[in-house]
C-alpha cells in the first residue's frame, strides 16, 4: 500500500503526452485490434491539463473498444506502435 501512494505522489507534476508515455515494447497487439502488456506498465500522462495514471499488469487485456481510457489508449497505440514497432 506504501509503494502504490509513493509511485503516485512520484507520477505527479508530469508533462509528458500519452504519446510520450507508450513504450511500445510493453505492448503486444492481437488478431482482433485489443491489446495486451508484455510486462506491468505504468502510464503517467497530461491531457487537457489533466494528469492521469493508467496501471496495468503483465497479460492485462485493452479492448478497442472499452469504455473510459481504453478506448483512447488502443488508439494511441495503433498510432504509435502499428506503424513503428
Known amino acids: ?3 502504490l501512494f509513493a509511485l503516485s505522489v512520484s507520477a505527479c507534476g508530469t508533462k509528458q503526452t500519452l504519446d510520450q508515455a507508450i513504450h511500445c515494447d510493453e505492448f503486444h497487439r492481437l488478431s482482433d485490434g485489443s491489446w495486451s502488456t508484455t510486462k506491468d506498465v505504468s502510464l503517467d500522462y497530461l491531457l487537457n ?4 495514471q493508467l496501471n496495468y ?3 492485462a487485456l485493452i479492448k478497442q473498444n ?3 481510457d481504453g478506448s483512447r489508449l488502443t488508439a494511441a497505440l495503433d498510432k504509435k506502435c502499428v506503424s513503428n514497432p
Open 1 to 3: 500500500m506504501v509503494l
Open 66 to 68: 472499452a469504455e473510459g
Open 49 to 52: 491539463g489533466i494528469e492521469y
Open 57 to 59: 499488469s503483465k497479460g
